[in-house]
């Protein structure tokens, strides 16, 4: 019999990163810990193979401030910044993005794609705000993303670079596609942490290595039942008993109920389970004799061909690692397609994919790996997401506790961001905590900057310099003098307070709309979006009965104060022709938040101008100046 004043021994089930994290902590805190897992090796879905490649987790997402940069270190794991984000590793202003004749797009037309995608993300995510806000049923990414092209006039070859964006956003970081992915909750509430990823030298099996030296970990044991009242956990090789018990399975077993549990998991739980999303990201390795490709380029983009059939990026692991290998990322439908390929199909495709970049002498390689992530039975896929009907609400109803013997981790219970390897390590350092009684292992994340802020933000930073740069002097010095004293229906002056440099940034956000006679601006029934000035023209305003209709022209103000409060109090229709300068709210509130960083880009601009100016003077003396003695 136990010693009613030892601590809990601990079950827990699963080797990744997740687990070995809690297994660590609680045996190093006096518990008895034994680990189970199904595979002959550690590490879950950690797997650098035998060639130093990591065919699962490759990177640490947002480097500064990310728990796992102090563990790897703490650890003396070598790394290395390589930069970039999570979307676009590397950066995508440093990408060598390969186009449709092969070769490589100048910043033009990079940025003229770029520009594109801004235009529908913004919708998406305005759109999104606005069915969180009034509680709308929700419906896919892809139907949404399809209702806003239907609108824009387009060509084939916009619309693929379009999608090339929202394919690295969506299936090759999410891990799946857009038709399967909340279009209110894809996201939301999802933290990152400082700019840039890093990689680890000798792969992630080092971390996992580290975690797991002088645990019991007992390999080849593949649990099959769970029974939690006392602990017993059945596996094909025999049974185990303990106090408590941990499961970290991956999401997509728990979803194939592979295991079972006594007394059943509750409702609540389970239909987190169903609701919740699991994505496949799985990737191809080709291995070669020496560089072909120009070695000092981390990441090639690839544009070549219709992008929902290809790959996006490929990776140079020579850059970062010194190995003479290359690796194409395929996500979502187009991955778990993939896994279904002949290794000569393999080879083809990535011959043709390669040779497109690389022309039509690229050697073949030595070696091909590939990795069958959703055929994987005790993965089922790659990480989590957060599917139609879903949000990360279910993450954390996964994450509870049930009783006082069953606890749950990785990466799908972290609510705050999932998909991760620092995902599943924070869900370790939880649940230790919780076991143990020990509140000092884990504190939740409250100060990072959620994922849909730092994407607005550089969203907006892009447009404001484009705006900047390409609106006309003298229609940017009328649209402030326009805005500095521009009245509402009601007499209040919204923006008169503001510095000139400020109502410049403002202005230079608005788009120029325009009204014959007779149309309506808006509607008092429709939902409110945005601000309307008006800079020509006339136009009726109704109060709906509560005050006279009015006619109003040039410096209205129209809009406003829906800013604060939902829906409208008046309609607006035109009585000649108007033109009106218009900004969504989205956008507004975008700027509010995003100001600091568009001045610096502003203060950045000027020193380059001045700095070009300077150089192109080559520091001369104006003429006429005279050098005070």
């Not at 609680?26 to 034994?34: A, I, K, P, Q």
């Not at 070669?288 to 490709?293: G, K, M, S, V």
């Not at 003479?324 to 395929?330: K, N, S």
């Not at 495709?349 to 050697?363: E, H, L, N, Q, S």
Request: charged share 25%; with cysteine.
């Amino acid at each position: 019999m136990r010693n009613p004043d030892s601590l809990p021994s601990v079950l827990i089930i699963g080797a990744g990163i997740a687990g070995l994290t809690a297994a660590r902590e609680l045996h190093s805190r006096g518990h008895e810990v034994t680990v189970l897992e199904a595979r002959e090796r550690i590490g879950g879905r950690i797997w650098t193979d035998e060639y130093g490649v990591d065919l699962g987790a490759h990177w640490i997402h947002g480097t500064e401030g990310n728990p796992l940069t102090e563990l790897v270190e703490s650890l003396d794991i070598p790394y290395s910044y390589v930069g970039g984000d999570s979307a676009y590793t590397g950066g995508f202003d440093r990408l060598r993005l390969f186009g449709t004749d092969g070769t490589v797009l100048g910043n033009a037309a990079k940025n003229h794609i770029l520009e594109l995608t801004d235009g529908i993300l913004h919708e998406l995510e305005r759109r999104g705000e606005l069915a969180r806000k009034n509680d709308h049923p929700d419906i896919s990414l892809a139907q949404a993303i399809e209702q806003i092209l239907r609108g824009r006039n387009l060509t084939a070859e916009q619309r693929n670079g379009i999608r090339y964006h929202l394919n690295v956003i969506l299936r090759e970081d999410v891990a799946e596609d857009p038709a399967r992915l909340s279009h209110k909750y894809w996201e939301d509430g999802y933290l990152v942490y400082g700019y840039g990823d890093s990689i680890l030298h000798h792969g992630y099996r080092a971390v996992a290595d580290a975690l797991a030296n002088d645990l019991r970990i007992e390999l080849g044991q593949t649990v099959t039942h769970i029974e939690t009242d006392p602990v017993r956990v059945i596996t094909d090789r025999g049974e185990f008993h303990a106090d408590r018990v941990l499961v970290t399975l991956p999401l997509g077993v728990l979803k194939a109920r592979t295991v079972s549990f006594t007394p059943p998991l509750p409702a609540d739980k389970q239909q987190a389970i169903d609701q919740l999303g699991f994505g496949t990201l799985n990737k191809i390795a080709l291995h070669y004799a020496e560089p072909f490709w120009p070695v000092d380029q981390y990441v090639f983009g690839y544009l070549c061909r219709e992008t929902d059939r290809y790959p996006t990026v490929v990776i140079n692991m020579w850059k970062s690692h010194g190995q003479a290998t290359l690796v194409m990322l395929l996500g979502g439908s187009l991955g778990r397609e993939l896994e279904t390929w002949t290794d000569d199909q393999v080879a083809a495709y990535t011959d043709t994919v390669i040779r497109d970049m690389f022309g039509a002498g690229a050697p073949t390689p030595r070696h091909i790996s590939r990795t069958a992530w959703s055929a994987d039975p005790f993965a089922r896929g790659s990480y989590a997401c957060i599917g139609v009907n879903g949000s990360p609400a279910d993450m954390f109803t996964l994450a509870e506790p049930v009783g006082e013997t069953l606890f749950f981790a990785g990466e799908a219970t972290n609510g705050h961001h999932w998909g991760c390897v620092h995902s599943a390590y924070e869900s370790g350092l939880r649940e230790a905590a919780r076991i143990s009684g020990d509140t000092s292992l884990y504190t939740a994340p409250t100060a990072e900057i959620s994922r849909r802020q730092r994407r607005d933000i550089d969203r907006m930073k892009r447009f404001a310099r484009m705006r900047m740069n390409h609106l006309p002097d003298r229609e940017l010095r009328d649209r402030v003098d326009c805005l500095r004293d521009s009245l509402d229906p009601y007499g209040v002056r919204m923006f008169g307070q503001l510095a000139d440099t400020e109502l410049e940034t403002l202005a230079s956000m608005m788009d120029e709309l325009g009204f014959a006679a007779g149309d309506p601006l808006f509607h008092e029934d429709e939902s409110a979006h945005g601000i309307y000035l008006i800079t020509q023209g006339q136009a009726e305003i109704d109060f709906g009965g509560i005050y006279d209709r009015v006619a109003l022209g040039p410096g209205t103000l129209l809009g406003s104060h829906d800013l604060f409060f939902q829906g409208r109090t008046a309609s607006a229709t035109a009585l000649t022709e108007v033109r009106a300068c218009f900004l969504d709210h989205y956008r507004y509130k975008t700027f509010l938040y995003a100001f600091p960083d568009v001045m610096m880009l502003m203060m950045t601009d000027l020193v380059t101008r001045w700095e070009q100016l300077e150089a192109a003077l080559q520091a001369q003396p104006l003429p006429g100046a005279r050098r005070l003695s």
